[in-house]
């Protein structure tokens, strides 16, 4: 038999329990770090958690702020469109000296020759306007001009203006290879300038001789006749003539119904008057 140590036996003892020990308590360990590591990733779940839904309220609050602000700037551009504007009344308008006197005939360019009959003052929206008060006997109307936009309005051509107009209507016309609509827009704005020379030039250019109503379209007559008849009736002021005399020495110029003249020159100009009472009423 062998010898029993006691002193070994005692020491294996105590070591197991030691050991065992030493084990539960790193188990104790684990598990403690391994709560704590749980507890510690719900805390920065929650955290994450919160911090999108304060990200999505904040998101939240400034788009209804910024249509809380869109809706106040839109009532506010509403209630200034509402809002009447301040109007100044100027009781007087500025006014310029005058450079017609009353019976004084002046050309309106889109009317033709007139005669100032009154000076008036007007009140036109609760402004005082001072105007001439024309008369166009042709068309058996009266217009009005503000005295303050007479630049407007000219005087009536010397005698040396009428000589060099027909030597114009004399002169061989000028007729450009354009199309007609684009040549009657220019012949409508020499009409409405008011300048003799204009009125000449297209009369001029215009003009068919005895061949008139043949060879003319319906519109060519038209502008014809409104030249025709604008240059006629300031040719009469200027020359202290009739319409008779007027008219012959133009279709003299122009070589135009010389046999009319002869046999009855009162219907040529009843047919040449009736198309332009219009003109007043729907100018160019």
């Known amino acids: 038999m062998k010898k029993i140590n006691l002193k070994n036996i005692l020491k294996k003892t105590f070591k197991k329990k030691k050991s065992s020990k030493k084990s539960t308590k790193k188990t104790k360990k684990v598990l403690k770090n391994s709560k704590i590591k749980k507890v510690q990733k719900k805390t920065k779940v929650k955290k994450l958690k919160n911090k999108l839904k304060e990200n999505l309220l904040n998101k939240k609050k400034s788009k209804t702020t910024e249509s809380s602000q869109l809706k106040q700037e839109n009532l506010k551009s509403i209630k200034a469109s509402d809002q009447k504007p301040e109007i100044k009344k100027i009781k007087t308008q500025e006014t310029e000296k005058k450079e017609y006197k009353l019976k004084d005939y002046v050309v309106y360019p889109k009317h033709g020759v007139g005669q100032i009959t009154e000076f008036k003052k007007i009140n036109i929206g609760g402004i005082d306007v001072e105007v001439y008060i024309l008369k166009f006997e042709k068309d058996k109307a009266n217009g009005m001009v503000p005295v303050n936009k007479q630049s407007n309005l000219r005087p009536l051509a010397t005698v040396n203006q009428v000589n060099k107009c027909i030597s114009i209507l004399k002169s061989?016309?000028?007729?450009?290879?354009?199309?007609?609509?684009?040549?009657?827009?220019?012949?409508?704005?020499?009409?409405?300038?008011?300048?003799?020379?204009?009125?000449?030039?297209?009369?001029?250019?215009?003009?068919k001789g005895d061949d008139l109503m043949v060879d003319q379209s319906y519109s060519e007559r038209q502008l014809f006749e409104k030249a025709y008849e604008r240059i006629l009736s300031e040719f009469q002021i200027i020359l202290d003539l009739s319409i008779e005399d007027t008219q012959k020495k133009l279709d003299k110029a122009l070589k135009r119904n010389l046999e009319l003249h002869s046999s009855n020159p009162v219907q040529k100009i009843e047919a040449t008057t009736t198309d332009t009472s219009e003109d007043l009423e729907n100018p160019a």
């Open 172 to 207: 061989k016309p000028k007729i450009k290879r354009s199309m007609w609509s684009r040549r009657a827009q220019e012949y409508e704005a020499k009409i409405s300038s008011g300048k003799i020379y204009d009125l000449a030039e297209v009369v001029r250019d215009l003009n």
